[in-house]
């Protein structure tokens, strides 16, 4: 069973559709990018799977016994975050929130999981300092590792290097490269093809309709690919 | 100085409006924390306005003020978030819009019942003869409810003020929370509005926040501070107040200025020093 399977699905806004047809599944380990132009649906999408925004047609359907809050969320960040008075610590800890139910506190295991969370992503030693005080590739590492707390199984991650220099995209490639390799199912959205096709194993081409669902392998010899790699077939 | 003390405390009057004041500050610069850091701080302001105007139709028809002004500055409180979640007119434009014609509004009603009188000025500016033992006990029963809600739920504001994307996806519901906090603090803003004046309520929400995060780095501290700095300026301002016989709510702010202008050089100590 995969743990998200979208059976043609349509998404719009007040009957402006952006997105038709869509049909895909991710299943346990697999690393998925959602690639496309600005406008063609990716975020819109990632709505329907939070189910911020419900299908207009088709469904979504949750396997493997994850949860739809069980779903780890790096979203991009807002104006308002770059100067938010809040220690690290207490940034990653309210990754815990969706194991709390209805407890107004986290209990001794949640404070161990953003514990061992912080040590993983070397964040252990930043953990007192304010999150404004941090540079970019620091703040993103930081919703990373409150994205992992919120997740065992899948980490949904919307544009995670948007605004990083090279040296630091590497680096957070490298990282999320690693937590697959741990067993981590991973679903990025990016506008960095090149990178994409260098990590992903599978890739969903998105243009207001599905223009390519399958392996990276795959893609690279499809016609969608060349358009948008800028190959030999360039028109 | 204990004199001062000693003779103000001797009146009762002055008593009530030291025990709403401090409340309200109290429940003002907690749920302040959140609406500064979520872009918000000017809905304090127009709910303000919007409360000014349902006191004047309030006076000019001859009902109870509280009990018109509160829902109508409720009402309104849940308006202003739905316009600024989702729709053409931004939140700003919105609460410009709102305060303004409430502000109209009132203005009208005083001048077409009573006339421009003491009474506007008070509702203006305020006045700490306006304070009913009523309001004592509303303010009591208002203050217990924000702090209980602020302890239970203090993660969730949290997560909610800091990301409300991730909050939901996780599967907070953060409509919900919004809601509570709109609505308890157009409680907070109608009960101090009589004390601090329509036009300067909203410093109570605003400067605390403001002022320590200055200083401050993380949340809980920020919450902290702001509760303490806010009752601390408030009495210190109704101290003035008395001992100069200036009216209370500006003195309250000029207090709070001073307060933000201190933590502001310190902050500025502080970097210099680390460099």
New interface residues.
């Given amino acids: 069973m995969a743990l998200i399977t979208c059976d043609n699905i349509s998404l719009a806004y007040e009957n402006n559709v952006v997105l038709s047809d869509l049909s895909f599944s991710v299943h346990a380990g697999d690393y998925l990018c959602i690639v496309g132009e600005n406008g063609s649906g990716k975020s819109t999408l990632i709505k329907a799977l939070l189910s911020f925004k419900r299908p207009l047609c088709g469904s979504i359907q949750f396997g493997d016994g994850l949860r739809q809050t069980e779903i780890g969320y790096l979203p991009q960040q807002t104006g308002a975050q770059k100067d938010f008075p809040a220690s690290v610590w207490e940034v990653v800890q309210s990754g815990c929130m969706n194991q709390s139910g209805l407890s107004p506190f986290y209990s001794s295991a949640q404070r161990s999981l953003a514990q061992e969370t912080l040590k993983k992503l070397d964040l252990w030693e930043l953990r007192r300092r304010s999150y404004r005080e941090l540079s970019g590739g620091q703040q993103q590492r930081v919703l990373l590792a409150r994205a992992l707390c919120a997740t065992h199984k899948l980490l949904l991650l919307d544009e995670p290097v948007a605004g990083l220099d090279p040296m630091v995209t590497l680096e957070m490639y490298r990282m999320i490269q690693q937590l697959n390799q741990r067993g981590i199912t991973i679903i990025m959205v990016s506008h960095d093809i090149q990178s994409a096709v260098q990590y992903a194993s599978h890739i969903l081409h998105l243009h207001n309709r599905p223009l390519f669902f399958g392996s990276t392998a795959d893609y690279l010899k499809s016609g969608a690919a060349k358009q948008f790699l800028g190959g030999p077939e360039h028109d | 100085m204990i004199d001062v003390l000693v003779q103000m405390l001797s009146y009762p009057f002055l008593i009530r409006a030291i025990v709403v004041g401090t409340l309200v500050s109290l429940c003002a610069s907690l749920l302040g924390v959140s609406l500064v ?3 918000y701080s000017m809905i304090g302001d127009g709910l303000s306005h919007v409360g000014f105007g349902a006191l004047a139709i309030a006076t000019a028809v001859n009902a109870a003020p509280l009990a018109v002004a509160i829902p109508v500055v409720v009402a309104a409180a849940f308006l202003l978030l739905r316009l600024s979640e989702n729709s053409k007119i931004k939140g700003d434009a919105a609460i410009a819009l709102i305060s303004t014609g409430a502000l109209a509004i009132g203005v009208m009603a005083v001048s077409l019942s009573t006339g421009m009188n003491i009474d506007v000025y008070n509702y203006m500016f305020g006045s700490i003869l306006a304070i009913s033992q009523e309001d004592v006990w509303l303010s009591v029963i208002l203050s217990i409810v924000v702090l209980a809600l602020y ?6 504001i ?2 909610i003020t ?2 409300e ?8 519901k953060a409509g919900w929370y919004n809601m509570l906090i709109a609505l308890l603090t157009a409680v907070t803003i109608v009960l101090g509005m009589r004390l601090m004046g329509a036009l300067l309520i909203s410093s109570l929400v605003i400067f605390p926040a403001l002022t320590s ?1 200055r200083i ?7 919450v902290t501070c702001s509760a303490f700095l806010s009752v601390f300026c408030f009495l210190i301002g109704i101290l003035i107040s008395y001992a100069w016989s200036t009216p209370a709510g500006a003195s309250v702010v000029c207090v709070n200025i001073a307060a933000f202008f201190a933590f502001w050089s310190a902050s500025l100590l502080f970097s210099r020093k680390k460099k």
């Fill in positions: 850091l979520k872009r302890v239970i739920f203090y993660h969730k949290f997560a800091f990301d994307n991730f909050a939901r996806a996780t599967g907070v995060m401050f780095k993380s949340f809980r501290s920020v």
